[in-house]
């Protein structure tokens, strides 16, 4: 995902003089081409996101797109208060993004994790939250904030995620991609984790059961129209690496329930509230919480049995 945004970011500075890339002391592996064929937008700030968020929100004044980088928390959590008055309380044109999403870096500890992200940044006015699926919805994402007016947030896995469309999506914000229909079903995903889900989608099929697959890449603002039609199906889920709350699972309910009672079963499948702080690989980290594809499997049997048993 990373490699991608990266090149797709370089063809776009090509085309537009207008769009800047703010580091904050990180990307060093991936940017020396950027970095050499124009320097004149790139800006390494150093390690000073709030002061990336400050530069970011007066080139945005000036008419210009910047774009500002950092992995994990670091270009949120450090500068949430620039990014609630800077930007979005002036609703400027700046689009942060954030590689090392979930469990990407959790070899470096739970301050790596990436967990409250969208929570945090779905409450911050006027910003369009996007989670792409894998390195071709990223390249679609990239290119479509860089067009949007107004705040985004980019959330991104770290590098190496699989690709999984074989051709290009239709790709808007706010308008969820579906994969594969399906009426036992409805598997809803954001994010990087789009592979264990389509994985998980095969193994229900070749058991006999009907498993719809969508990538709601937009969580805000979510597809709210597209998740009406899902409650014909006897199931709905909600995959996401990220906390239970505040993030994909919230927003399907909090879109579902404002049309009236929800008549249809949702089960979250997420990271939960509470901290893990063992070390370990994003692998091992989406094992033990119970989203890989072999525990999205599972838990869909169990829930469709229950629901059977009823």
Not at 6 to 16: D, M, Q, V, Y
Not at 42 to 60: D, T
Not at 146 to 157: F, T, V
Not at 194 to 202: G, I, P, Q, T, Y
Request: hydrophobic residues 40%.
């Amino acid at each position: 995902m990373r490699n991608h945004f990266i090149k797709t970011l370089s063809e776009l500075i090509r085309e537009n003089r207008d769009i800047y890339l703010i580091t904050g002391d990180l990307g060093f592996s991936v940017f020396e081409n950027l970095m050499e064929s124009y320097p004149d937008q790139f800006i390494n700030v150093g390690v000073a996101e709030q002061n990336m968020i400050g530069v970011a929100s007066g080139l945005a004044k000036e008419g210009k797109i910047p774009f500002v980088y950092s992995i994990a928390n670091f270009p949120i959590m450090r500068c949430l208060e620039q990014i609630r008055n800077d930007i979005c309380y002036h609703d400027l044109n700046v689009k942060i993004v954030s590689v090392g999403a979930g469990y990407s870096y959790g070899s470096l500890g739970y301050t790596h994790h990436g967990l409250e992200d969208m929570a945090v940044m779905g409450t911050m006015p006027g910003m369009k939250v996007i989670a792409p699926g894998d390195p071709i919805e990223t390249k679609l994402a990239t290119k479509s904030i860089a067009q949007e007016l107004g705040p985004c947030y980019l959330r991104l896995g770290k590098s190496g995620e699989p690709l999984v469309h074989e051709m290009e999506p239709d790709f808007s914000i706010g308008k969820a991609i579906i994969l594969r229909n399906g009426s036992d079903v409805s598997l809803i995903s954001t994010g990087s984790i789009l592979d264990e889900v389509v994985k998980a989608s095969n193994c229900l099929e070749e058991a006999g059961i009907s498993s719809g697959v969508i990538s709601m890449h937009t969580v805000n603002p979510i597809d709210a129209n597209f998740l009406k039609s899902l409650v014909r199906s006897k199931l709905i889920v909600t995959i996401e690496e990220h906390s239970h709350f505040g993030g994909l699972g919230s927003s399907v309910i909090h879109a579902l329930s404002s049309e009236g009672p929800i008549t249809t079963p949702i089960a979250m499948l997420n990271a939960g509230g509470d901290i893990i702080r063992e070390i370990g690989s994003q692998t091992w980290f989406r094992k033990k919480i119970g989203i890989d594809s072999d525990s999205i499997y599972t838990i869909v049997q169990e829930k469709l049995a229950e629901l059977n048993h009823f």
